[in-house]
Every structure is written in structure tokens, then in C-alpha cells.
């Protein structure tokens, strides 16, 4: 389907760092394109999708001002915005779901889905989420930490001698240069605080075998040393954004 020029669906990720698009049919997905969410505007989103053809909308956006933008941009074609009050295919037992955010809510569905639950979605995007599924597929909370690039960005930011770095596999925990130091804090820094979390989740769950499910731009890089880690799953959010767009038109 990657060929595909025409669909039924547009898909759309709006996330604070990239916004994604793919086009999809009820079965699948197409092609995807991609561009920094900052400098999304009407212009750029019609040459974007240039070449497009599309009957239905489906949006996941957690950045209100750039959906407003894709909202405009849409006119009148049919457009689902996903939100708690989506048919997902799973529950939501959580106090106040109108704060959770789309993506979140379509990474559940997508989850629920794919893996099955109980089950972990990691998604290492900005920031670095945890969304938990109960054994009867209900969205029952989460964990929200900074993401990997938000913190090396801010300690290139606010000291003088460190470096802004490009996140890899560290060559080691001891680092022998500034950079390779930043990147065992950064890597080996996250791998610990997903594991610890993940145990943490494990406990107050009264699981121990827990299904975790990991997506996002440093998903493979951080799962490559998180056993606890089963699959990567590449486009997850928009795999939910598909499922949503068959259940709610």
C-alpha cells in the first residue's frame, strides 16, 4: 500500500515536534510524509499533501494551535478529531478524560489491538509517555517524563562548555570525551528510567509479566537495551488514528 496516492483516509499525527501524515484505507497504511510541526501552516500543508486524494480526515492533535491550522486547511472535507468521546475499542477509566491526549489515546487503541492488554505503550517522542492498559482494555493512567532531546538540549542550553549532541549508542557507560559522557547519561540514563518504571507500574498493577510495546523517533535505540521491551512499533499513533477513522465513520 506504501504507493498509494489515493485513499479513503488522510491520517494525522500532530505531535510538538513532527506532524505526520499518511493516507490509509480501512486495512492499512500508505504512504507517510512528515514536517516539524513549527513551521506547519495552510501553504506548507497544501504542498505537503500535494498529490494526495483523500475522503475522510482523521487528526490526533495534542498542539492546539497547528490542529486549528489543519482544521482550516481540511474545508469541508469529513473530519474526525480523536478524543475520549472516539469509539476506540477500548474503555477509559481515568477521572478526567477529556486531558488525555490524542495520541495517547490512539497509541491505547492501536495497542489494544496489535498486542493485546494488559499492556505498556513507551512512546519516546517530546516527551517520554507511559500509557497503561488494564486486562479488560481499559486506559487507566500513565507516566509523563521529559523526553531524551529535551534534556540534552537543555543541558547544551544552559552550560557553556556542553555540546548539542546527536542521540546514538554510546560506545560505553564510562564516557571518554564531553559527548560520549552525554550520550551514557542520556541512553543508559533513559533505559533506567524505563525499566524503573516499568517495574513500578508492574507492582502497583500486581502483574508481573506485563506486555510493553514501544514507539517513537528513539524507541529502537532505547528498546535495544530494555529487555523488558517486547516490540517496536513504528507509526503506532497512526495505526490508531486508522482504527479510529473505521470505527467512527
Not at 500508505?30 to 495552510?42: E, M
Not at 487528526?59 to 473530519?79: D, F, N, Q, W, Y
Request: with cysteine; charged share 20%; hydrophobic share 45%.
Amino acid at each position: 500500500m506504501r504507493g498509494m496516492a489515493a485513499a479513503e483516509f488522510l491520517l494525522i499525527d500532530n505531535s510538538n515536534s513532527f506532524t505526520k501524515f499518511a493516507l490509509s484505507s480501512r486495512e492499512g497504511l500508505g504512504a507517510v510524509r512528515r514536517c516539524r510541526t513549527a513551521a506547519l501552516d495552510g501553504d506548507g500543508l497544501r504542498r505537503l499533501l500535494r498529490g494526495w486524494r483523500f475522503e475522510r480526515v482523521v487528526l490526533c492533535s495534542v498542539v492546539p494551535e497547528k490542529g486549528a491550522v489543519i482544521r482550516r486547511a481540511m474545508g469541508r472535507t469529513p473530519l474526525h478529531d480523536v478524543s475520549h468521546r472516539s469509539v476506540l475499542g477500548v474503555g477509559i477509566d481515568y477521572p478526567s478524560p477529556g486531558r488525555i491526549g490524542a495520541d495517547r489515546l490512539a497509541n491505547a487503541a492501536a495497542a489494544a489491538a496489535f498486542h493485546g492488554a494488559p499492556c505498556v505503550v513507551v512512546d519516546f517522542g517530546t516527551a517520554v509517555t507511559f500509557d497503561i492498559l488494564s486486562p479488560d482494555r481499559k486506559y487507566i493512567g500513565g507516566v509523563v517524563a521529559p523526553g531524551l532531546e529535551a534534556m540534552t538540549d537543555y543541558l547544551h542550553q544552559r552550560t557553556a562548555l556542553l555540546p548539542k549532541i546527536s542521540l546514538i549508542e554510546p560506545p560505553g557507560p564510562i564516557g571518554k570525551s564531553t559527548r560520549h559522557a552525554m550520550l551514557a547519561g542520556a541512553v543508559y540514563g533513559y533505559r533506567g528510567l524505563v525499566r524503573e518504571i516499568l517495574s513500578e507500574i508492574r507492582k502497583a498493577m500486581g502483574i508481573r509479566r506485563l506486555k510493553v510495546v514501544a514507539t517513537g523517533g528513539y524507541a529502537d535505540l532505547i528498546a535495544a537495551g530494555v529487555k523488558d521491551i517486547a516490540t517496536v512499533h513504528e507509526n503506532l499513533t497512526l495505526e490508531g488514528a486508522r482504527l479510529a477513522g473505521c470505527m467512527n465513520f
